[in-house]
């Protein structure tokens, strides 16, 4: 062999050796840890989904239709070919608001999801791109130079997503309105911190002077559903924003359906807001903002002394009051609650040094907290007292929407696609609380606790012979009381299959949703308040 041949060989069997040690580097790594030394392997082929969980949740979607009919209904529709499907794009923004995101950019980091599009029997889940163009197009904004036909043609494609939206939400709530039930009104913030539509500086009392939003709300007290939301501008934080949709919401459903009782802030404890409810024959239970006129009424009546104990520490008497621009005298209940506890003051303003007062709260010196409440019922102190605690589990809600789902996020520049983005929010939060009361029928859990308990897991996808296997490993310490709670969204769906086989799947979600009622008031209690002792909170909603 000559030397020339001799080198070739050793170049030849040197690029061999290059080639397999770069092929084993590329399937197994070797990884140093505190641990100790580990092999890591890139699984190329595996199709496996974080979401592991979500082949029981898509079931619940499956058998009541909320999916299927949520899509039909949507009025989009693409002419190219290239274009996504309607169920891709409604299919994507599921999952990411599932999954608990706040941006549109955070679709990316499901696009190598192979597992859960197949789940909801999607073909791919899109881009953030593709999304944002698809909402754009669901809600289109007014331009700022546009024809005749190109204004009609945006004002009729709003008119249709809004009714889609409108229908989607109805659904959601509707079977909760069988029973008394109380609508809570309320607006919170969304912080912006870009140049987007709306964005102006109004009310904020956590960043002063920072641009944001407005979102109306109105919910289902006690069980916390959320009837609407309406996203306005920063500036228009007062109750007028809200009183038209509040009206329209209520005149809309059968008379039957209405609320017992309309709840508010003392943003709503006006004549303007009254007056509209009274038209339209709607109790209503608002607080009152601390005026001279409210003032003076407290001291008559603290004067008085006719105080009713009303539980809770709070005492309670009734009066009427007709303030300054009022058209008529109103009912009004005044509720006081001893303060007890070491009590400082602080005193001082600008250009003055600042005085620090402690108050004595012994028995010679009483401290009281106090508010006004107007109302249209008659319904005695007692329950009153309790309607006015029930009416801060408002704020819980708005807390949950914001931190652990999307209504602090899904921002863009035109107004319209975020509000049609808090209200699919709002739909998918929907249909998340009734899965979890289906799961945990005795009280409601926050997405801090459900989505960890029942969509998290690894499930890894395996296909032979025509069969699709999933195989599920759970990352929760509480893996028996999960199992357990599967047990129950399972037992659920087939008591509905069983007892209903023919019924239409809108049928089957009415027949569902009673189900889970029945279920919530039979982990009520027994030594439970009647209901008439504290109307008209709904039975399945207490605790």
């Known amino acids: 062999m000559g030397e020339k041949d001799f080198e070739q060989k050793v170049l030849a069997k040197a690029v061999v050796t290059a080639l397999q040690e770069a092929e084993h580097a590329a ?54 070919p290239n274009a996504p499907e309607v169920i891709d794009v409604l299919g994507t923004w599921l999952l990411s608001i599932l999954d608990g995101q706040r941006r549109y950019a955070h679709v990316t980091g499901l696009r190598g ?154 943003a709503f404890g006006n004549e303007g807001v009254m007056v509209e409810m009274e038209e339209i024959g709607q109790p209503y239970l608002f607080k009152l903002r ?6 003076r009424l407290i001291e008559r009546q603290w004067q008085q002394g006719d105080w009713q104990d009303v539980g809770h520490g709070f005492d309670a008497v009734e009066s009427e009051l007709r303030l300054t621009g009022w058209s ?10 001893r303060v007890k506890g070491s009590l400082a003051a602080e005193t001082g303003g600008e250009g003055q040094q600042q005085e620090l007062h402690f108050v004595d709260s012994s028995d010679k010196v009483k401290l009281w907290e106090y508010a006004v409440l107007v109302t249209n019922s008659d319904y005695t102190l007692e329950a009153m007292g309790q309607l006015y605690r029930d009416r801060a589990d408002c704020e819980n809600g708005f807390d949950e929407l914001k931190n652990q789902w999307g209504w602090g996020g899904y921002t863009t520049h035109d107004l319209e696609r975020c509000n049609l983005s808090a209200r699919a929010v709002a ?3 929907n249909w998340w609380s009734w899965y979890v009361r289906l799961a945990h029928p005795k009280t409601r859990l926050e997405a801090i606790t459900s989505r960890p308990m029942l969509l998290s897991g690894v499930a890894r996808l395996t296909q032979h012979a025509g069969q699709s296997r999933l195989l599920l490993t759970l990352t929760h310490a509480a893996g028996d009381q999960i199992k357990a709670m599967i047990a129950n969204i399972r037992k659920g769906l087939d008591h509905v299959l069983a007892s209903a086989p023919q019924l239409p799947k809108a ?37």
């Not at 580990?38 to 974080?50: I, K, M, N, P, Q």
């Not at 008529?328 to 609650?337: F, I, Y």
């Not at 279920?519 to 002792?533: C, F, H, W």
């Open 507 to 543: 049928d089957r979600w009415r027949a569902l949703v009673r189900y889970i009622v029945d279920k919530i008031i039979a982990t009520r209690p027994k030594n439970s308040p009647p209901l008439g002792l504290h109307p008209p909170c709904l039975a399945f909603g207490m605790g």
């Open 27 to 80: 399937v197994e790594l070797r990884v140093t840890t505190p641990g100790g030394r580990f092999h890591v392997r890139w699984d190329e082929g595996g199709s496996a989904t974080a979401l592991g969980q979500l082949p029981f949740f898509a079931e619940f979607l499956e058998v009541s239709g909320l999916f299927a009919r949520w899509v039909e209904g949507c009025p989009m529709s693409y002419t190219s």
């Open 290 to 295: 601390q005026t001279a006129g409210v003032k």
């Open 113 to 266: 999801d192979e597992v859960a599009p197949q789940i909801l029997g999607m073909n791919k889940i899109v881009s953030d791109e593709s999304l944002r163009r698809a909402l754009a197009h669901l809600a289109p904004n007014q331009p700022k130079r546009a024809s005749e036909e190109e204004r009609a043609a945006r004002t009729v494609q709003l008119a249709k997503s809004t009714a889609w939206m409108d229908a989607a939400l109805s659904e959601s709530t509707r079977e909760a309105l069988r029973t008394p039930w109380i609508l809570d009104t309320d607006t919170t913030i969304k912080l912006l911190f870009g140049h987007q539509a709306g964005a102006e500086i109004g009310y904020n009392p956590t960043r002063p002077g920072r641009p944001s939003h407005t979102l109306h709300t109105y919910w289902i007290a006690n069980i916390r559903m959320v009837l609407d939301v309406e996203v306005q501008s920063g500036k228009a934080c007062a109750a007028k924003h809200s009183l038209p949709r509040l009206r329209l919401l209520i005149e809309r459903l059968p008379l039957e359906e209405r609320p017992a009782l309309v709840r508010g802030d003392n």
């Open 427 to 429: 739909l998918v939060y």
């Open 328 to 337: 008529r005298a109103r009912r009004v209940v005044v509720l006081r609650r």
